[in-house]
């Protein structure tokens, strides 16, 4: 998929560079030294199940949470020592879609999608209007910018969620389970969009995620979680077909997604009550 | 010795509290009257419209309930003064009692109950549903876009909203003066004007100017305090209704021992 693009990234420095990331809430380490590159305009899909550290690991790489050591390199800079202003040009070269997407109750979906631009720019308002029918015809909303977002689909507002993620040409898409709470045939359609996104602009793009089928489809490379740790990282054939116990207890684990999540939750529960096992 | 421990701990707690809405509150005031110079423009807008919000809308009740105020106290100073036939005190005690302590104490407590709750729901809630952390990862400040326009509007419509208070409040306590007290409408408000000095509204206004601070850093504090949860939603919002009347008695407390002390009455 990516192949016409690879011999060109491979010069290219990596888009996201990680080393030796550790992040903790308070007295417990969720991440236990993560280090992974990601390269520019590759699709990467991080897996893991509830508790893993992956949504933790998420935040860290867009700022929200500072990490405890470690380093994130994103256009030069390190995140876990860049300074606010600093922070704030890489975020305006970043954008995110929350799980629930986030968008601002008390503005129709327009004024949510040309916030950004309002804010960070200084374009008058016809070009704005112009920007923003274009974002929402990327993601297929055409004609809603004047609906507020409780008169939305679940659906509708991830899309419109992706595109004010989308306002200010962003060189990394982050999205945070987005097809969590959705049918499988809007999730289908969310995985469509984050495809046609990343053919049409050769975007970084991140997704958190458990949904296997959805990781498969968008994925270039994965890299699993577990525990705070990488498992395993590869492209999605590579993980098809690997042997690593936990990679197979991670992707066995979807004929029973009952069994799996209370198997998940109990883990979770008898790691916090060992502590941190480093 | 446990004792100690706990009440050190309690005392080092509301500290830190007072801290953290100082904080905020300095924050604010950073991006109202420093960060404009610096290229970043208030959002005047949403100050406006929450001005509306907190003022304008506030309105119908604040003059109902500070009218039967005014009324309440010229009825409890009459009680009194019947006994002296000084009846026609009746004009002053309420101008004074009104302009200098339940004007703003009044206008701020009905400010609490209507907009320092909304502010931690309103704030809480973006919280909750990760609106606070799309805001950071847009470059877009909290502070700046959400917390500052309160401030101001705050600040602004506060001692707005007190000024009516109190003439809402002489409203009432003319019905009293008009019906029982032998004075006509004019002369009511006439006696009213000769009572009242300029420092006794200056006063009042310098408090609600305090409490509109303390309303707004209360309320903002507690909703981007949220914990994880619907649930902590309504906590938030049940406390910084209680911890702003608290704090709003205690300013006001604060001040007016210092008008009386500094004021050398």
């Known amino acids: 998929m990516s192949g016409s693009l690879s011999p060109l990234n491979e010069k290219a420095p990596p888009a996201i560079s990680l080393r030796n990331l550790r992040v903790s809430y308070g007295d417990r380490e969720i991440l236990h030294g993560v280090s992974f590159d990601v390269q520019q305009g590759e699709t990467l899909v991080i897996l893991g199940g509830s508790g893993s550290g992956k949504s933790t690991l998420l935040r860290t790489l ?7 050591s470690g380093e994130i390199w994103i256009k030069g800079k390190n995140l876990a020592t860049v300074s606010n202003d600093d922070l704030d040009y890489i975020r305006r070269h970043m954008g995110m879609s929350f799980q629930g997407g986030a968008l601002f109750g008390s503005m129709t979906v327009g004024e949510n999608v040309a916030l950004p631009l309002r804010e960070h720019t200084k374009l008058e308002d016809p070009t704005i209007d112009i920007m923003l029918r274009l974002k929402l015809d990327q993601v297929g909303l055409s004609g809603y910018e004047d609906y507020l977002p409780s008169q939305l689909s679940g659906g509708m507002k991830k899309r419109a969620a992706v595109a004010r993620a989308l306002a200010m040409d962003p060189e990394i898409l982050f999205f945070d389970e987005p097809s969590a709470g959705l049918d499988p045939i809007i999730a289908a359609g969310i ?14 793009i991140i997704v958190v995620t458990h949904e296997l089928a959805s990781a498969f489809l968008i994925a270039d490379r994965m890299v699993l979680i577990n525990k705070g740790d990488v498992v395993a990282l590869g492209t999605a054939e590579e993980m098809r077909t690997s042997t690593h116990p936990r990679v197979r207890q991670f992707l066995d684990r979807i004929a029973e997604p009952a069994v799996s999540q209370e198997l ?7 790691e916090e009550r060992h502590g941190n096992r480093r | ?24 509150s300095f924050r604010a005031a950073y991006y109202t009257l420093v960060a404009p110079f610096q290229g970043k423009p208030v959002r005047m807008q949403r100050a406006v419209t929450q001005a509306m919000q907190v003022g304008v809308r506030a309105l119908p009740i604040l ?47 009905v400010v609490i109950g209507r907009s320092g709750s909304s502010f931690a729901a309103e704030i809480g809630t973006m919280k909750v549903t ?10 877009i400040n909290p ?15 506060l001692p707005c909203l007190t000024i009516w208070a109190n003439a809402m409040g002489v409203l009432g306590g003319s019905l009293f003066g008009v019906t029982k007290a032998g004075f006509t409408f004019l002369s009511y408000l006439n006696a009213t004007a000769d009572a009242l000095f300029l420092r006794d509204i200056v006063s009042g206004l310098i408090k609600s100017f305090m409490f509109g601070i303390t309303i707004t850093a209360v309320g ?14 309504g906590r938030s919002t049940t406390s910084a209704v209680v911890i702003s009347i608290f704090l709003v008695i205690a300013v006001d407390l604060v001040f007016t021992a210092m008008f009386f002390f500094l004021g050398g009455q």
């Open chain 1, 62 to 68: 867009v700022g929200l949470e500072r990490p405890t």
């Open chain 1, 191 to 204: 995985d469509e969009l984050i495809l046609e996104l990343k053919q049409a602009f050769h975007m970084t």
């Open chain 1, 264 to 270: 998940d939750y109990l883990q979770m529960l008898t």
């Open chain 2, 1 to 24: 010795m446990e004792l100690a421990v706990q009440l050190g701990q309690t005392v080092l707690n509301a500290l830190a509290y007072l801290g953290s809405l100082a904080t905020l």
């Open chain 2, 63 to 109: 003059s109902l309930i500070t009218f039967f105020i005014g009324l309440i106290l010229a009825l409890q100073a009459a009680y009194e003064l019947k006994k002296f036939g000084a009846m026609n005190f009746v004009a002053s005690a309420v101008a004074i009692s009104m302009s200098r302590e339940l004007g703003p104490l009044i206008t701020a407590i």
């Open chain 2, 130 to 139: 990760e609106e606070l952390d799309a805001l950071e990862t847009m470059a």
């Open chain 2, 143 to 157: 502070i700046r876009f959400l917390v500052t326009p309160k401030f101001i509007a705050m600040v602004i419509m």
């Open chain 2, 220 to 233: 903002c504090q507690e909703g981007l305090s949220t914990g994880a949860g619907a649930e902590q939603v």
